[in-house]
């Protein structure tokens, strides 16, 4: 499955941006899916993940109440809400399919390109 991010950009703290990562080329339906970011000079980390079928989510602490993952199945579309950002969010963020397990183990075989979120303080 091909994967699309866009929805990047600057933003004030405090302020809101929805990522959107289109899916194309398998069903997209029978893969969970999920965010990951990379900040300049560290390791990319788990952002949130949402499963294939009952839409189970999962986030890491960072993140937890701030960002909302969710899908639309019927536009082959993952989205991650992001809300009260903070200069710490500032990474590029990446989509990726695979079996829930392996997402949560940060290993998903499937990622698409990279969208840059910039948060000014």
């Known amino acids: 499955v091909q994967l699309q991010a866009s929805g990047g950009g600057l933003v004030q703290a405090g302020g809101s941006l929805r990522l959107s990562c289109a899916a194309s080329g398998r069903t997209f339906s029978n893969y969970a899916m999920g965010w990951f970011r990379q900040a300049p000079g560290k390791e990319r980390e788990f952002v949130a993940a949402i499963t294939r079928n009952d839409g189970s989510t999962y986030y890491a602490d960072s993140v937890k109440g701030r960002f909302t993952i969710s899908r639309d199945n019927a536009k082959d579309t993952v989205y991650l809400q992001m809300n009260s950002l903070k200069p710490e969010d500032t990474a590029v963020y990446y989509c990726?399919?695979?079996?829930?397990?392996?997402?949560?183990?940060?290993?998903?075989?499937?990622w698409g390109q990279g969208t840059l979120v910039t948060v000014s303080s």
């Open positions: 990726a399919t695979d079996s829930i397990i392996v997402i949560l183990r940060s290993t998903p075989s499937n």
